[in-house]
């Protein structure tokens, strides 16, 4: 098990305490109710968040995408994107990425239950040339990919240039390959602006939540899939939960590259 400070709240458990998970640490569980007093939308957003990755994913392997690699995994929860991909098509590899050593050491276990190849990087988001190198060990990028930035680059400023982090992976990616991303919105709810500083205040971390117009600038020159960039619970909903779904200040969207 990697050295960790439990004292200090990480987005990964944070999100896995807002999923109903368990394991996270007291400094996890207080930032989340923090920013869950912030707003009320954010374990919606979250859970729905969730089940738009199982809607994105089912939609890649329909339109024949065998090989994913998802960067913030975060902890294992029920709907894993290798789990939605594996139960579609066996042979789907999957290359998970992140940096918190509780979502390593479960990562190490879920390795073992899979019935494609699947593999895990221990990466920041910003270390692509890592991320790419590592997985290209599993993954065949002269052949098209789904990569999933779910619910990770608010975790990424400005200055630390998300744009690029989104330039570098799907210039590696070949023609036909996905981007599955969501992103915190700024402009959903009017609460948003509280939120952001509290969960910032929190983790001890930048957290910057963005509008429709910032995060549509994230898949330009990409070809939109329908609905486009919309409220998560809005993408193709095929549950009564998200079509009764209170607002979830989470924007969402699946692009192609042409």
Same mark, same amino acid.
């Given at each position: 098990?990697?050295?960790?400070?439990?004292?200090?709240?990480?987005?990964?458990?944070? &999100?896995? &305490? #807002?999923?109903?998970?368990?394991?996270?640490?007291?400094?996890?569980?207080?930032?989340?109710?923090?920013?869950?007093?912030?707003? /009320?939308?954010?374990?919606?957003?979250?859970?729905?968040?969730?089940?738009?990755?199982?809607?994105?994913?089912? &939609?890649?392997?329909?339109?024949?995408? $065998?090989? @994913?690699?998802?960067?913030?995994?975060?902890?294992? =929860?029920?709907?894993?994107?290798?789990?939605?991909?594996?139960?579609?098509? %066996?042979?789907?590899?999957?290359? &998970?990425?992140?940096?918190?050593?509780?979502?390593?050491?479960?990562?190490?276990?879920?390795?073992?239950?899979?019935?494609?190849?699947?593999?895990?990087?221990?990466?920041?988001? $910003?270390?692509? %040339?890592?991320?790419?190198?590592?997985?290209?060990?599993?993954?065949?990028?002269?052949?098209?990919?789904?990569?999933?930035?779910?619910?990770?680059?608010?975790?990424?400023?400005?200055?630390?240039?998300?744009?690029?982090?989104?330039?570098?992976?799907?210039?590696? *990616?070949?023609?036909?390959? @996905?981007?599955?991303?969501?992103? /915190?919105?700024?402009?959903?709810?009017?609460? %948003? +602006?509280? *939120?952001?500083?509290?969960?910032?205040?929190?983790?001890?971390?930048? +957290?910057? @939540?963005?509008?429709?117009?910032?995060?549509?600038?994230?898949? =330009?020159?990409?070809?939109?899939?329908?609905?486009?960039? +919309?409220?998560?619970?809005? #993408?193709?909903?095929?549950?009564?939960?998200?079509?009764?779904?209170?607002?979830? *200040?989470? #924007?969402?969207?699946? *692009?192609?590259?042409?």
């Amino acid at each position: 098990m990697p050295d960790f400070d439990s004292g200090v709240p990480h987005i990964a458990r944070i &999100y896995d &305490y #807002w999923l109903g998970g368990k394991d996270n640490f007291a400094a996890d569980r207080e930032a989340a109710e923090l920013a869950m007093a912030a707003t /009320p939308t954010i374990v919606p957003g979250v859970r729905a968040n969730r089940r738009f990755l199982g809607r994105a994913v089912r &939609y890649m392997t329909e339109a024949g995408i $065998r090989q @994913f690699l998802d960067i913030g995994t975060g902890i294992p =929860a029920t709907g894993n994107t290798h789990e939605v991909a594996q139960s579609a098509a %066996a042979e789907c590899r999957v290359v &998970y990425a992140d940096n918190d050593p509780i979502v390593l050491s479960h990562a190490r276990a879920l390795l073992t239950s899979t019935t494609g190849p699947t593999a895990y990087i221990d990466a920041d988001a $910003r270390d692509t %040339a890592t991320i790419l190198a590592e997985a290209a060990r599993t993954l065949d990028f002269s052949q098209p990919v789904g990569v999933m930035l779910i619910a990770i680059l608010h975790c990424i400023p400005d200055s630390d240039d998300p744009g690029g982090i989104v330039t570098s992976l799907l210039g590696a *990616a070949a023609p036909g390959s @996905f981007l599955a991303l969501t992103h /915190p919105a700024r402009d959903q709810v009017a609460v %948003a +602006v509280k *939120a952001e500083t509290s969960l910032t205040k929190s983790i001890g971390q930048k +957290v910057t @939540f963005r509008t429709r117009d910032q995060v549509s600038q994230f898949v =330009a020159g990409l070809d939109l899939v329908e609905p486009g960039v +919309v409220p998560v619970q809005e #993408w193709r909903p095929d549950s009564i939960r998200d079509i009764n779904s209170p607002p979830t *200040a989470m #924007w969402g969207c699946l *692009a192609r590259k042409p």
